[in-house]
């Protein structure tokens, strides 16, 4: 008898149990998953943490970089302006110079001269006049700044390899201006028969001088101008002239110091240079002494006893 | 599920997975936020020199636009200087002054050059004139002196005092300087000099 199978022979032929079993030596796709995930992770952390972050510094120093090299390439190519400093800096130094030397306001002893013979009471005579000045020398604020611009680039070429250690040579010369301090003498003679009167006419010639007025001679003038504003007393000593009693005194004025138009603080104030004027006599510096004297001469003025002239 | 070589596989996957990961995190701290601190630094410094640059090119271009005016101090000094002599000669100071001598009432007149007086970047040219005067033709003088148009002159000292034999005319010492600049002047200069 012919025996016909109907049922599909895989299917009929394969056990149950046989289809579950996998093989040892198979690889599941989840494995191949995992690795790739564990792959994709690993390359990812790199990225991220690695890869990104340093290249994006690499680009951020590289365009500094590059703007630098810009900027530096911009300030080689400028025209340089040391040139145009430096004639500044001596400029300016020179017109300091100039200006003490010559400046507006500096006391004209023509005026001076002028004002005095108006301001003189009567009675009261000079005898002499002197005018001596002290001379200081004061380093220009530019000649300083110029010297330290100078030492600063010598420093830096030094930084840069370019300059020798040391004390550089050639520093640039120092310019002073001169502070000009004059000195007025007035030695005159008051005369009267009486000694109050003789006393008072020079304290009345102080305090014209003081005021620069002559309310008398109806004079009025600007003499203290340019004057420190003191009017130091000197000597007041009796005398006889032609058989005369007359009062010899004298009376020192300083005028302000001469400086440049924009007074810096000196920076290196040498007074190297004590001008005394040539004719006159040796100025006189006690201040404390003149106004002692000036005192004196107050409190004789107001009746007290001070010695007789004749 | 997975098969012995899965197991195999993955375990050798992980272990290589913890090896590199470690390997990375420490690429990460010891080279790579080196560079990275690296890379800090050098921008720093690099954003500071280019500040630097930056206000040198502003410090330039300001003194190239302050050409001008420089130039104006430069002519500001030179037209001041044109009432001084040119060299320490100054013949011209012995002109103007012996001018001023004679066109005033002075008498008995001597004047004597003095040794010039080195300043630094100027010498000082005193004259001692000695005269006889009176008062206000002295006065006179000295007005021509201080306020010359054509030379810059100073009263560096005065004496005067009254002679009683000749009460009008007064005995008179008083020396008269001007300057000279031992230093070259400066020129001025043109724009193209200080225009990029």
């Known amino acids: 008898m012919i025996r016909i199978n109907l049922l599909p022979e895989k299917e009929g032929a394969r056990p149950a149990a046989k289809a579950k079993v996998v093989s040892e030596d198979q690889v599941s796709p989840l494995t191949y998953l995992i690795i790739v995930v564990l792959v994709a992770a690993i390359g990812g952390y790199y990225y991220m943490f690695a890869y990104r972050r340093v290249s994006a510094k690499r680009v951020k120093a590289a365009e500094v970089k590059h703007q630098v090299d810009v900027a530096a390439k911009q300030v080689e190519s400028f025209p340089d302006v040391g040139e145009l400093k430096k004639a500044e800096r001596i400029t300016k130094s020179m017109l300091d110079v100039v200006y003490a030397l010559d400046s507006p306001d500096r006391v004209l002893w023509s005026q001076k001269l002028n004002a005095l013979s108006d301001l003189i009471p009567e009675n009261v005579f000079l005898k002499r006049l002197t005018v001596s000045e002290t001379i200081n020398k004061v380093e220009t604020a530019d000649s300083v700044q110029r010297r330290k611009d100078w030492e600063a680039e010598q420093k ?23 502070q000009i ?13 009486n000694e109050a009167e003789r006393i008072r006419l020079i304290n009345e010639l102080h305090d014209n001088l003081m005021s620069g007025v002559n309310a008398p001679a109806k004079v009025k003038t600007d003499f203290m101008k340019g004057f420190s504003g003191e009017i130091a007393y000197g000597d007041v000593t009796p005398n006889a002239i032609g058989g005369r009693p007359v009062a010899e005194f004298s009376f020192n004025l300083k005028t302000t110091a ?53 | 599920m997975l098969s012995k070589a899965d197991k195999k596989i993955l375990q050798a996957v992980l272990v290589g997975a913890a090896v590199i990961i470690i390997g990375l995190v420490y690429y990460t701290m010891a080279f790579v936020n080196a560079e990275i601190t690296g890379k800090d630094a050098d921008i720093k410094a690099n954003d500071a020199l280019l500040k630097k640059h930056q206000d040198e090119l502003t410090e330039l271009k300001a ?48 004047v004597a050059k ?23 033709d002295l006065g006179q003088f000295l007005t021509l002196v201080e306020q010359n148009a054509q030379q810059i002159m100073r009263v560096k000292t005065l004496d005067l005092f009254s002679d009683l034999k000749r009460p009008s005319r007064h005995r008179v010492s008083l020396q008269v300087a001007t300057f000279v600049f031992t230093e070259p002047l400066p020129k001025p200069r043109g724009r193209e000099a200080a225009t990029p």
């Open chain 1, 156 to 178: 830096g070429k030094v930084k840069a390899g370019r300059g020798r250690r040391g004390v550089p040579a050639g520093s640039p010369a120092q310019i002073f201006y001169p």
């Open chain 1, 181 to 193: 301090t004059q000195e007025l003498r007035i030695y005159g003679i008051a005369y009267s028969e």
């Open chain 1, 258 to 310: 001469t400086g440049p138009k924009t007074v810096a603080p000196p920076a290196t104030a040498a007074a190297e240079k004590g001008q005394k004027g040539g004719a006159g006599e040796e100025a006189v510096p006690a201040e404390k002494g003149a106004t002692d004297k000036a005192k004196a001469v107050k409190g004789a003025a107001k009746g007290r006893r001070t010695p007789d002239v004749e």
């Open chain 2, 63 to 110: 003194w190239a636009g302050r050409s001008n005016e420089i130039n104006a101090i430069i002519n500001e000094l030179l037209q001041k200087v044109q009432r001084l002599p040119r060299s320490v000669e100054a013949s011209d100071f012995f002109r103007i002054l012996r001018d001023c001598v004679h066109r005033t009432n002075l008498s008995e007149i001597k």
């Open chain 2, 114 to 136: 003095l040794k010039s007086i080195n300043m630094g970047a100027y010498e000082e040219i005193p004259y001692m004139i000695t005269c006889r005067a009176r008062y206000h």
